[in-house]
């Protein structure tokens, strides 16, 4: 099992939630491109990943590829890629984070249609675990999570993201964590709308 500090040499992958991830906590490696879908993640960051030679690989998709292709071609791709990476890394560990559901009552246009197509794809990741043998991370029961969500109802505010590292965490080394979480409010909130397949890009600074 995986100790505090092997979790802290994770290398984390993923679309806009885990630039978000990496915009609060700087001291974490990520790979990570807003907007992406698996198969994309994997042409832009796969050879990277592999040249950073990582113990342990922290997998988020979905989000997009909810809007863009089916679930099984997600799942596909999901178990190509990861498949590829365990062939590249031996004895590397890999965990995938389910989906996070989204927040139907504040999306809307392509925003809603992912957050719609989100459970179908959930439901093919206990299959991409089966078939990969990677662990499943599931942090959607962070509690009071739509408290979270961003007014696009897929991003997070920026109170979120310790709350999930911690989470992640916990679940991988299978430890009680550090103790109470503090979260410090931020006046900068993360971006609403980004670029990507379920995102539109605004005038905003600072996007990710």
Not at 20 to 49: E, P, R, Y
Request: charged share 20%; glycine share 8%; with cysteine.
């Amino acid at each position: 099992m995986p100790s505090i500090d092997d979790f802290k040499k994770a290398v984390f992958v993923g679309d806009s939630l885990t630039v978000g991830l990496k915009t609060a906590i700087s001291s974490i490696t990520s790979f990570a491109t807003v907007g992406h879908t698996v198969w994309q993640g994997k042409d832009k960051h796969h050879q990277s990943i592999v040249d950073a030679k990582p113990s342990i690989i922290i997998m988020s998709y979905g989000t997009n590829d909810a809007g863009y292709q089916t679930p099984d071609k997600f799942k596909k791709e999901f178990v190509k890629w990861i498949n590829e990476l365990k062939q590249a890394l031996p004895g590397v560990q890999i965990f995938v984070n389910k989906i996070f559901p989204g927040d139907e009552s504040k999306a809307s246009g392509t925003g809603l249609t992912c957050i719609k197509n989100i459970p179908a794809h959930n439901e093919v990741i206990p299959q991409i675990i089966q078939e990969t043998g990677a662990t499943l991370l599931d942090c959607t029961t962070i509690p009071n999570l739509k408290t979270y969500y961003s007014n696009d109802g897929i991003h997070f505010n920026s109170n979120f993201n310790q709350l999930w590292y911690d989470e992640m965490q916990r679940q991988v080394t299978n430890s009680a964590g550090t103790g109470p979480v503090t979260i410090q409010i931020q006046k900068k909130l993360m971006p609403t709308e980004l670029d990507g397949k379920c995102y539109k890009s605004t005038s905003q600074k600072n996007t990710y």
